[in-house]
């Protein structure tokens, strides 16, 4: 078996492929009218997108996905490191994280890094999955290996209870998928925690998902890093309409941004965006529970 | 011609079809048989719920019994639906209330049920007896308080795997105490604490009692109280499996199982303190199925146990049980049809247990009844899967997940093309497949050429360019469900084969290269078609129609466009007006 070129795990190359011999050797083409993929822009860890001279294509294939890393996020928190590292933008991002988002661009991503992945190790010779890469630095891919939610989440709360922290284990290496509910929202959201590194990335996420929904400004300008957030922070995080709150392992009703990122995550149940009225009465609260556990 | 047999005796003979294949057969014969058979059809199955709306169905047949719908999309498992799609099944519960109060049973799966539901069920059917909801959601435990508090008559409450949001364990509480109609109570998938005093005295009461999950809260102490209590069960489902180590508790567990004379199948076991497992020894040789696939013992355990069970039909187990476990059930367990190994650590490279697929090749060989596999492992070789055909040729449904995706053949590095073409080749009767592993257009050239009873398949990761998807398409004569994800098909192929599109019930294609221009057009050109464009992306309307989808969900419908849809679905190729009316 050749080994594929690392761009090319698709084969795709050009519209006459029903006609072609199915051949598992994948000589990528640069006919670029014909691949609706612009394998090159999703390459991993190269310039930013819109950098190369494939910029104005990347901008129409993909469209504004592109445009906003491009750009940097439009609504004022953003995380977009415009200087040139070379990296992609996620905080405390590494190549692996990079599979991580579930947007459409980002599946392609996480795909290449697997293919990459075990193709380059297997060349040696016959497989020994002892000795391959640690496992956590393993990308996620949603909904894969297809297993149910209900197992997971069954064997996450297994491993929690018996003490085990160790990496591998449902708890750690899955995901963890919260409901997010919207106040006035006809449907409510799940969100995965697992794939974000810390308050700011989430709330971006959250923002976009629900911006259909927002009936007015959300904004949280100026989080920063991955620590429990101080009382005017916390006030940008909340901003003027919505107040974002979740429900901890006690079953107690927190803002958002009290804890650090990893408390966080290990005891959100669920989350719940509220009008900002109804949220008052929770700050003296929460911050007295943040002090508590202090 | 008119029909001259009586009319009784036709429904007589009607009467002992019960599969629907049947009853459709002979109710496209002639048009007096049309009207005798829809008015003595009393099931009805209705495999996608936006297929056809309840006054379609409540009109054709007057008299239906028991329903049985289902929602989203299978892949809608994994995550890869978003919350929102549909499924909702109120409009149902509405319809089917005014159109036959004298229903029996509901069973749902994958559908989005709300406690009003539950609550319009409890009261609008007089005679409700079985409620089923497989993988449901929407609804907490006053729902459920209301169904066990007002159906007199109810035989049957099976929750499987449901996300329920638990208010209270009240809910149980609400059987009244002149309730002793229950058959079948699966509580498995709730989290809270019910009182076991009212758990205790329901079990009482019940002397038709014959399937009773538990759920995890139930303490491994509380067993033998309601083994005794209900000796005559066939399926008892175990609560958390842990405690300390007493004799006491040991022996009285033992004596209780050793009472259930007519054990057939046990399940449970979360939390399993594998000093307690021998308790269940006694009952090991008439088990026909036991899921020990939340226990997480090690092999010898495990084995020791499975090893008596000479009668297990199916096993669903970790991959704790290993290529030696497996070996031992290979010569122990003669009777098995169906086997399934779960993966204890699936987001983990490395495995740490020896489960191979030798295992899998092991039980193939010993158990001359192995009609369904579901097996996640880590490695796999082509000449495996050749064994495993040749020795099961009697396959019906093969799922293999190999954790990692586009894995090669271990041994030579190749793809496993030519493993699943002597599984398709070789497996005649084969109806489901779900492949891993490093896969080519090659493999899906064989499927096409020879999986001809196939009626399910699962592809990820695999192929290379639209040829592989055009000969599924137009190969498998009997393929009704198709679900592909990550897979570098695109238009051409579904295009090529719009026509094979109606003759299914769905096809499910995400992180494809499907693009929204082909969506509308087969929207356009195929009425009997709901394209779903499901893409969460922004700014959508302006995105080209040369880009590919996020997801496409396609399935045959014959009422029209669906309405209840959010607002990342769009139906494509059909105006507002798109909608059959026969009101």
Sequence with gaps: MSVPLEHDYIGLSDASSLGRSSESSNISSDNETNNVFNLKATELSLGLPGFSKDSEQNATKFGPVIKNFMLGAKRGFSDVNLEGSGKWVLKGGSESDLGKAKNGVFEKNQILSHVVKPVKEKKKGPVNENGSAPPSAKAQVVGWPPIRSFRKNTMAANSSKNGEVAEGNFGSGGCLYVKVSMDGAPYLRKIDLKIYHNYAEFSKALEKMFSCFTLGQCTSSGIKGREGLSESNLKDLHGADCVLTYEDKDGDWMLVGDVPWEMFIDSCKRLRITKGSEAIGLAPRSMEKCKNRN | MACSFPEEVLEHVFSFLTSQKDRNAVSVVCKSWYEMERWCRKRIFVGNCYSVNPRIMIRRFPEVKSV????????????????????????????????????????????????????????????????????????????????????????????????????????????????????????????????????????????????????????????????????????????????????????????????????????????????????????????????????????????????????????????????????????????????????????????????????????????????????????????????????????????????????????????????????????????????????????????????????????????????????????????????????????????????????????????????????????????????????????????????????????????????????????????????????
């Design chain 2, 68 to 583: 049985e719908l289902k929602g989203k999309p299978h892949f809608a498992d994994f995550n890869l639906v978003p919350e929102g799609w549909g499924g909702f099944v109120y409009p149902w519960i509405v319809e089917i209330a005014r159109g036959y109060p004298w229903l029996e049973e509901i069973r749902l799966k994958r559908m989005v049920v709300t406690d009003e539901c539950l609550e319009m069920i409890s009261k609008s059917f007089k005679n409700f007896k079985v409620l089923v909801l497989s993988s449901c959601e929407g609804f907490s435990t006053d729902g459920l308080a209301a169904i066990v508090a007002n159906c007199r008559n109810l035989r049957v409450l099976d929750l499987r795997e449901c996300e329920v949001e638990e208010l209270s364990g009240h809910w149980l509480s609400h059987f009244p105490d002149s309730f002793t109609s229950l058959e079948s109570l699966n509580m498995a998938c709730l989290l809270s604490e019910v009182s076991f005093s009212a758990l205790e005295r329901l079990v009482a009461r019940s002397p038709n009692l014959k399937t009773l999950r538990l759920n995890r809260t139930v303490p491994l102490e509380k067993l033998s109280t309601l083994l005794q209590r209900a000796p005559q069960l066939v399926d008892f489902g175990t609560g958390a499996y842990s405690a300390e180590i007493r004799p006491d508790v040991y022996s009285s567990l033992a004596d209780a199982f050793s009472g259930c004379k007519n054990l057939k199948s046990l399940s449970g076991f979360w939390d399993v303190t594998p000093a307690y497992l021998p308790a269940i020894c006694s009952v090991c040789s008439l088990l026909t199925s036991l899921n020990l696939s939340y226990a997480t013992t090690q092999s010898p355990d495990l084995t020791k146990i499975v090893g008596q069970c000479y009668n297990l039909q199916r096993l669903v187990v970790l991959d704790y049980i290993e290529d030696t476990g497996l070996n031992t059930i290979s010569i122990s367990c003669k009777d098995l049809r169906e086997l399934v190994v779960f993966p204890s650590d699936p987001f983990v490279a490395d495995a740490d247990v020896l489960l191979t697929e030798q295992g899998l090749v092991s039980v193939s060989q010993g158990c001359p009844k192995l009609q369904s596999v579901l097996y996640f492992c880590r490695q796999m070789s082509n000449s495996a899967l050749i064994s495993i055909s040749k020795n099961r040729p009697n396959l019906t449904c093969f799922r293999l997940c190999i954790i990692e995706p586009r894995a090669p053949d271990y041994v030579t590095l190749e793809p496993l093309d030519v493993g699943f073409g002597s599984v398709v080749e070789n497996c005649k009767q084969l109806t489901r497949l779900s492949m891993s592993g490093l896969l080519t257009d090659r493999v899906f050239e064989y499927i096409g050429t020879h999986a001809k009873n196939l009626d399910m398949l699962s592809i990820a990761f695999a192929g290379d360019s639209d040829l592989g998807l055009h000969h599924v398409l137009s190969g498998c004569d009997s393929l009704r469900k198709l679900e592909i994800r990550d897979c570098p098909f695109g238009d051409k192929a579904l295009l090529a084969n719009a026509s094979k599109l109606e003759r299914m019930r769905s096809l499910w294609m995400s992180s494809c290269f499907v693009s929204f221009g082909a969506c509308k057009l087969l929207g356009q050109k195929m009425p009997g078609l709901n394209v779903e464009v499901i893409d969460e992306r922004e700014n959508i309307s302006s995105i080209p129609e040369c880009t590919p989808v996020e997801k496409v969900y396609i399935y045959r419908t014959v009422s029209g466009q669906r309405f209840d849809i959010p607002d990342y679905v769009r139906i494509m190729g059909k105006d507002k007006d798109g909608v059959y009316d026969l009101s």
